[in-house]
């Protein structure tokens, strides 16, 4: 494309963008609150996965050691736990510790009578995984170890979590896409409406010898240009939101895991910018497509 | 040169026979009226000329193309040969008559001196050079046709096609606007001129080809009055 070719387009662009002032309006909000309702449902999903990881980071596989191993050889235990792979932390928890927990937990019980300590309980380690999908396969090779005498993996409990997990980021993907598809559809069709009134002008350029690409260049670069109008309302729309969600949740956001603003804003600005420039360029070449077969 | 080779057009959907079998030849140079009452294949004709339509058979020859045989990405190659003049003129409304006329040399691939020379000289050949800065819109019927024939124009194509030009013009601004014609005719460039008006071919003895239910029934040069049934 020569670049006085180029200049006259984006000036046709820029000039259909302000003569049709009320098409230009209704699709840039259309293609904003599309925009807006894809965007927070992205701010959504990147916050399952957050609270997702963290809350994974709570599940721990405990080993228990035997009884009767010497004490001086157990930090051995740990050099040899922490060689294998998917092992990302490995706590010791003495058996007085752990006869503390149970006493926090469970409170004061009949079970307790007559036990003042933690003889009766095991020297453990607990172990923070990085996947916790692949702790079955640890488990063979921690029962291995010399001196871990039992694994305890919380399967049932962890496979339920896993289970719940995937569904629940697979289904916050799945609303995202389904909003994004529908933004896709009102945006086409609005679009198509203000292509629609300027029909006669597509065809009009056809009579006169211009190619295909001619005519498209400057619907693309019109609809390229409300995309970004388009995403730049709805991103203040998505930042201002999740801002004032996030300040009225400050006090349980390091616990849940719910992502900070500023490292919201990246990923939400990708998505949104790029999502609407795509969805007016697209919305463009389909709509004039229909119109060029003169 | 635009030649037809026993060209027919079939139309499915309504099982008619806009075209049967024609065979016509115009040379370089000439000026043609094209005449027939309503439905009689003038437009259908038209419409294989510009490559709007394909024929059923046959062949149509214009300017070298096998216009009957382009692919899709040749056929605005081929019309920017041809300058087309509508009856209901086709102008862009959201351009000026600079623009509208500009435009036509944009799309071939102008550079903007070659357009800030050229569309001057054109629109002054109308007769429009005070209204290059008017839309579409604040001008009169004839003055909108005078700006179609300087975008027909500005590319210098060796064929100028106007179907029905006269169409929506009162009788003296239909004369101007053939007269205009007959001018850019003068300079060597074929004119074809598609019309049921009775009046405007009397205008000028020039060859007149006569359609009547798809097939040409008459072809005078230098006919002049035409006693005729197929006129209006």
Same mark, same amino acid.
């Given at each position: 494309?020569?670049?006085?070719? $180029?200049?006259? $387009?984006?000036?046709?662009?820029?000039?259909?963008?302000?003569?049709?002032?009320?098409?230009?309006?209704?699709?840039?909000?259309?293609?904003?609150?599309?925009? =807006?309702?894809?965007?927070?449902?992205?701010? *959504?999903?990147?916050?399952?996965?957050?609270?997702? +990881? /963290?809350?994974?980071?709570?599940?721990?596989?405990?080993?228990?050691?035997?009884?009767?191993?010497?004490?001086?050889?157990?930090?051995?235990?740990? #050099?040899?736990?922490? /060689?294998?792979?998917?092992?990302?932390? @490995?706590?010791?928890?003495? /058996? #007085?510790?752990? $006869?503390? +927990? =149970?006493?926090?937990?469970?409170?004061?019980? #009949?079970?307790?009578?007559?036990?003042?300590?933690?003889?009766?309980?095991? +020297?453990?380690?607990?172990?923070?995984?990085?996947?916790?999908?692949?702790?079955?396969?640890?488990?063979?090779?921690?029962q291995k170890i010399d001196g871990i005498v039992k694994v305890v993996t919380m399967d049932d409990t962890m496979n339920t979590f896993l289970d719940v997990t995937k569904k629940l980021q697979m289904g916050t993907i799945i @609303?995202?896409?389904?909003?994004?598809?529908?933004?896709?559809?009102?945006?086409?069709?609005?679009?198509?409406?203000?292509?629609?009134?300027?029909?006669?002008? *597509?065809?009009?350029?056809?009579?006169?010898?211009?190619?295909?690409?001619?005519?498209?260049?400057? $619907?693309? *670069?019109?609809?390229?240009?409300?995309?970004?109008?388009?995403?730049?309302?709805? =991103?203040?729309? @998505?930042? =201002?939101?999740? +801002?004032?969600?996030?300040?009225?949740?400050?006090?349980?956001?390091?616990?849940?895991?719910?992502?900070?603003?500023?490292?919201?804003?990246?990923?939400?600005?990708?998505?949104?910018?790029?999502?609407?420039?795509?969805?007016?360029?697209?919305?463009?070449?389909?709509?004039?497509?229909k119109h060029l077969k003169v | 040169m635009i030649e037809f080779r026993n060209v027919s057009k079939y139309y499915e959907n309504t099982s008619t026979d806009a075209i049967k079998n024609i065979s016509l030849k115009i040379r370089?140079?000439?000026?043609?009226?094209?005449?027939?009452?309503?439905?009689?294949?003038?437009?259908?004709?038209?419409?294989?000329?510009?490559?709007?339509?394909?024929?059923?058979?046959?062949?149509?020859?214009?300017?070298?193309?096998?216009?009957?045989?382009?692919?899709?990405?040749?056929?605005?190659?081929?019309?920017?040969?041809?300058?087309?003049?509508?009856?209901?003129?086709?102008?862009?409304?959201?351009?000026?008559?600079?623009?509208?006329?500009?435009?036509?040399?944009?799309?071939?691939?102008?550079?903007?001196?070659?357009?800030?020379?050229?569309?001057?000289?054109?629109?002054?050949?109308?007769?429009?050079?005070?209204?290059?800065?008017?839309?579409?819109?604040?001008?009169?019927?004839?003055?909108?046709?005078?700006?179609?024939?300087?975008?027909?124009?500005?590319?210098?194509?060796?064929?100028?096609?106007?179907?029905?030009?006269?169409?929506?013009?009162?009788?003296?601004?239909?004369?101007?606007?053939?007269?205009?014609?007959?001018?850019?005719?003068?300079?060597?460039?074929?004119?074809?001129?598609?019309?049921?008006?009775?009046?405007?071919?009397?205008?000028?003895?020039?060859?007149?080809?006569?359609?009547?239910?798809?097939?040409i029934v008459s072809d005078e040069e230098r006919s002049g009055y035409i006693e005729t049934a197929f006129l209006s």
């Amino acid at each position: 494309m020569k670049l006085h070719s $180029f200049h006259n $387009f984006l000036k046709d662009a820029l000039r259909n963008v302000t003569l049709n002032k009320i098409l230009t309006l209704a699709t840039v909000i259309t293609l904003a609150a599309g925009l =807006f309702l894809f965007g927070f449902a992205t701010a *959504i999903t990147l916050n399952v996965f957050s609270i997702t +990881d /963290k809350l994974e980071n709570d599940f721990k596989i405990a080993v228990y050691i035997d009884e009767k191993y010497p004490t001086e050889n157990i930090s051995r235990i740990k #050099d040899e736990i922490a /060689k294998l792979p998917n092992v990302s932390e @490995v706590a010791f928890v003495p /058996k #007085d510790q752990a $006869f503390e +927990d =149970f006493k926090e937990t469970f409170g004061e019980t #009949d079970i307790l009578e007559g036990i003042d300590n933690g003889s009766i309980l095991r +020297d453990s380690y607990q172990l923070t995984l990085t996947d916790l999908s692949l702790a079955p396969q640890l488990v063979p090779e921690l029962q291995k170890i010399d001196g871990i005498v039992k694994v305890v993996t919380m399967d049932d409990t962890m496979n339920t979590f896993l289970d719940v997990t995937k569904k629940l980021q697979m289904g916050t993907i799945i @609303v995202s896409l389904i909003l994004g598809l529908l933004s896709v559809l009102i945006i086409t069709n609005t679009i198509n409406l203000s292509i629609f009134n300027r029909r006669k002008q *597509i065809n009009i350029m056809k009579y006169v010898g211009a190619t295909d690409w001619y005519i498209r260049w400057p $619907f693309v *670069i019109e609809g390229a240009v409300i995309g970004l109008i388009a995403a730049l309302i709805s =991103f203040a729309g @998505v930042y =201002f939101l999740y +801002d004032a969600i996030i300040g009225s949740a400050t006090s349980f956001n390091n616990t849940l895991g719910l992502v900070d603003k500023q490292q919201m804003i990246l990923p939400i600005v990708l998505v949104i910018f790029a999502a609407g420039i795509l969805l007016g360029v697209l919305g463009s070449l389909i709509s004039v497509r229909k119109h060029l077969k003169v | 040169m635009i030649e037809f080779r026993n060209v027919s057009k079939y139309y499915e959907n309504t099982s008619t026979d806009a075209i049967k079998n024609i065979s016509l030849k115009i040379r370089n140079g000439e000026f043609v009226f094209i005449v027939g009452q309503s439905g009689a294949g003038k437009s259908t004709l038209t419409k294989l000329m510009i490559a709007e339509q394909k024929p059923t058979s046959g062949e149509v020859l214009i300017n070298g193309y096998k216009v009957h045989e382009l692919k899709r990405k040749e056929i605005p190659y081929f019309r920017r040969g041809i300058g087309m003049v509508f009856q209901d003129f086709r102008l862009l409304e959201n351009k000026t008559v600079y623009e509208n006329v500009a435009f036509a040399m944009q799309i071939v691939g102008a550079t903007s001196r070659q357009v800030r020379r050229k569309v001057p000289e054109v629109l002054s050949s109308v007769g429009l050079a005070a209204k290059a800065k008017s839309y579409p819109g604040q001008l009169s019927g004839g003055e909108q046709q005078r700006v179609a024939v300087a975008r027909a124009l500005v590319n210098n194509p060796s064929v100028i096609i106007a179907d029905e030009p006269t169409g929506n013009l009162d009788p003296t601004i239909s004369k101007e606007i053939l007269q205009m014609l007959a001018e850019i005719n003068k300079n060597g460039t074929t004119v074809i001129v598609v019309t049921h008006d009775k009046e405007l071919v009397n205008t000028l003895q020039k060859r007149v080809v006569a359609l009547d239910a798809g097939q040409i029934v008459s072809d005078e040069e230098r006919s002049g009055y035409i006693e005729t049934a197929f006129l209006s």
